[in-house]
């Protein structure tokens, strides 16, 4: 099993930016590729990025040149870095881990961006 834990969401204003961690636990050593989802109040869950286990990155349109998805494979964490961000930025961030024994999802961490 995985366990992800996410964290470093909070209040910013317009422009600012923030970091999200995501670290994972459990049978690390299955996972294959990681990512950032986020959720806003009657929307969808949407992408924000992706990473694989050998470096490989992918980002929704509206993220690309603000959003910034690292790993670090020694701590087994995934980080999201925000920049400019904008109001509807606000969203419920998951992270997303893909397995061989299945698919695994955090409990989220809220990002709201004031104007």
């Known amino acids: 099993q995985v366990q992800l834990v996410e964290s470093g969401g909070g209040l910013v204003q317009a422009g600012g930016s923030l970091r999200l961690s995501c670290a994972a636990s459990?049978?690390?050593?299955?996972?294959?590729?990681m990512g950032w989802y986020r959720q806003a109040p009657g929307k969808q869950r949407e992408l924000v990025a992706t990473?694989?286990?050998?470096?490989?990155?992918n980002y929704a349109n509206s993220m690309k040149g603000r959003f910034t998805i690292s790993k670090d494979n020694a701590k087994s964490t995934v980080y999201l870095q925000m920049n400019s961000l904008k109001p509807e930025d606000t969203a419920v961030y998951y992270c997303?881990?893909?397995?061989?024994?299945?698919?695994?999802w955090g409990q989220g961490t809220q990002v709201t961006v004031s104007s």
């Open positions: 459990g049978t690390i050593f299955s996972i294959n590729d």
């Open positions: 990473v694989t286990v050998d470096g490989r990155t």
């Open positions: 997303m881990a893909v397995s061989t024994m299945g698919d695994y």
